[in-house]
């Protein structure tokens, strides 16, 4: 959907470097999350928030870092990359009965 | 915590033939249980749901059924087309609008 975007779409770095995705939802729902999808693993929960300024961790949050000052974003920092970290990274509102996901980031780190 | 759990991990049916992945849960409190389908490089889309208050819901040649007491769920499509070959995920409630999700179906229907 339009109302969920995310930045970029694709990004190679190298281990040990910075790195923030970005989301940004159009609409103006509550709850926004960071999924991250690996072969054999499927979708997992790395951190969510439920409104600005409010944020909480999920399965996998080490290594990861996320704020909301804006009900609108909700940018995921890699403090430190790793090659572990290579993944494809989608963001997530959840709107009526379920997600609307963002198109993904697919991340490379070298 | 919730733990999901999804079988089989890859399903190749023929064309016109039916479909079912099933999904197991652990949180007997768990209510609501959607189904994403994620077509190759694109994004996830919820595809169905259903919530602990039914055991059965349609739409057109997908449906989902919920057994409460066994604690598990299944898709099940019909006709299968070319265009239902895609990763299919079920997911259970982690909390408030949190899931957990499947591994994942690889579904491939063969023309």
């Not at chain 1, 999924?35 to 290594?63: C, F, M, N, W």
């Not at chain 1, 009900?71 to 790793?82: K, M, Q, R």
């Not at chain 2, 991990?9 to 064309?15: D, N, R």
């Amino acid at each position: 959907d339009a109302g969920i975007t995310q930045s970029p779409r694709y990004k190679i770095t190298e281990t040990g470097r910075q790195v923030t995705l970005m989301c940004h939802q159009t609409w103006s729902h509550s709850y926004m999350f960071w999924y991250r999808q690996d072969l054999g693993h499927g979708l997992r929960l790395i951190y969510y928030s439920a409104a600005a300024d409010i944020t909480d961790k999920g399965e996998v949050p080490d290594g990861y870092v996320v704020s909301r000052s804006k009900t609108e974003n909700f940018p995921l920092t890699l403090e430190s990359a790793t090659r572990s970290q290579t993944s494809v990274y989608f963001c997530a509102v959840h709107s009526g009965g379920g997600y609307t996901f963002g198109s993904g980031t697919r991340l490379t780190v070298v | 915590g919730e733990n999901v759990e999804q079988h089989p991990s890859t399903l190749s049916v023929q064309e016109g033939d039916s479909a079912v992945i099933k999904c197991t849960y652990s949180d007997s409190a768990s209510n609501y249980f959607p189904w994403y389908k994620q077509e190759l490089g694109k994004r996830p889309q919820l595809i169905i749901d259903i919530r602990s208050n039914v055991g059965e819901k349609k739409d057109q040649r997908i449906a989902v059924t919920l057994n409460k007491t066994a604690k598990h769920f299944s898709l099940h499509i019909t006709e299968t087309q070319p265009e239902d070959s895609a990763v299919y995920f079920c997911a259970a409630p982690s909390g408030t609008y949190k899931y957990i999700f499947g591994t994942g179906t690889r579904l491939k229907v063969l023309a």
